[in-house]
């Protein structure tokens, strides 16, 4: 990820062009109600495809928009009851039919087009200019070779790309839908948000990842959608590496563990009415942005969400380019469910809204 530009100049432009193709898109609407959610979802995907496949796969390739189908359908089918029962019965699910079994064929379908891609590469020969994620994996591929012990083979290449794909676009797509969500909802925290953004920058230049310090309250709404929304339901499972002992509990060593993250990200002793949407929870009485040491939102220690420096990244340039750009709101008398889908992900549910264009934006 580091020697891919993580935290740099690099990988910052790639996000700024596709934050501003979003702005784009969001301006074809006219300020006419329409649904945000396709064009979020292949704005964050193109950037973890550009990291993942270089130039070899456009967004607009036949192979991308399959690979956002099958990631679709999957997320549809965790937490269901087919998924449900998979889980429990697995020896008999696999002789019975039903949605399980699109998704395996689905599943095959994509690896088969991660393959392609990485033949692709290989007959490239880029490996002395490693550009992207496959190649720098093929690249320790080629110096490990002719170790025994090593765990780098194209079949966990394929499905690492898959898990890069998959975790980098639905995380990070669905707290941006959550961000519009709570914008349109909450119009007094829009125009603060812009109100800061305008006497801090006015519209003469671009806002920066490093401009996050001199934008309390912006940074500070950022956060508490990424509280309030948590997109888990739990945190990822992990297992014990040896006995420990936590506040008398004994844990040994092969126990597979699954944080709940929630129960800190809405603990009553930690956050004013945390289930609510409130960004003074990170803020001072000063206006001061606070970073809490109860915000989980991407795990802790050496095992935390490897892609948060990007997903940081991402969400601060797509939010404020879309609000230096438009004032959002709801159309009305619509109804509107504010309770999320719960799935392998808690996103919002389909919604429409109006991205009506500020005056003062180019």
């Known amino acids: 990820m580091r020697k891919l530009g993580l935290g740099k100049k690099g990988m910052e ?9 979003l702005v784009e898109v969001f301006a074809n609407s006219k300020g006419q109600p329409f649904d945000p959610s396709v064009p979020i979802t292949k704005s964050i995907s193109s950037v973890i495809c550009a990291l993942t496949f270089g130039n070899q796969l456009s967004t607009d390739d036949e192979n991308f928009k399959r690979l956002l ?11 269901s009851f087919f998924h449900a029962l998979y889980e429990m019965f697995p020896w008999l699910m696999q002789y019975l039919p039903g949605t399980h079994k699109k998704i395996f064929s689905a599943y095959d379908e994509a690896i088969s087009i991660v393959q392609k891609e990485i033949e692709k590469h290989r007959e490239q020969h880029s490996l002395t200019e490693p550009q992207d994620y496959i190649d720098f994996y093929l690249l320790q591929l080629e110096k490990t070779q002719n170790d025994p012990y090593t ?19 639905e995380t990070t797509a ?21 109100k800061e953004m305008e006497d801090v920058f006015g519209s003469s230049r671009s806002i ?5 310090k001199k934008l309390p ?27 420990v002992n936590i506040l008398g509990y004994p844990i040994p060593k092969g126990t597979f563990v699954i944080p709940d993250l929630r129960s800190v990200l809405y603990d009553p002793k930690q956050w004013e009415n945390p289930r609510e949407f409130n960004p003074n929870n990170f803020l001072d009485k000063d206006g001061n942005f606070v970073a809490r040491e109860e915000f989980l939102a991407f795990g802790a220690g050496a095992r935390a969400c490897i892609g948060e420096q990007m997903a940081r990244i991402e969400l601060f340039l ?22 999320p889908v719960t799935a392998l992900t808690m996103h919002p549910r389909p919604y429409t809204l109006c991205a009506v264009p500020r005056s003062s934006s180019s």
């Open 217 to 243: 309250y912006t940074n500070a709404v950022i956060h508490e959608i990424q509280r309030a929304k948590y997109i888990l339901l739990f945190g990822p499972p992990r297992q014990s590496v040896k006995d």
């Open 318 to 339: 797509f939010f404020t380019s879309l609000l230096r750009a438009f004032s959002f709101h709801i159309p009305e008398a619509k109804k509107l469910n504010k309770e």
């Open 13 to 21: 432009h790639q996000i700024e062009e596709a934050a501003h193709r």
């Open 69 to 79: 189908e099958i990631l679709e359908m999957s997320l549809q089918f965790g937490g």
């Open 208 to 212: 920066s990842y490093q401009d996050r």
């Open 151 to 169: 765990t780098y083979d194209e079949d966990n290449l394929a499905e690492c790309i898959l898990d890069f794909f998959g975790a980098g676009t």
């Open 174 to 194: 669905s707290t941006l839908k959550w961000a519009m969500l709570l914008i349109a909802i909450h119009p007094e925290v829009q125009d603060k948000v812009y």
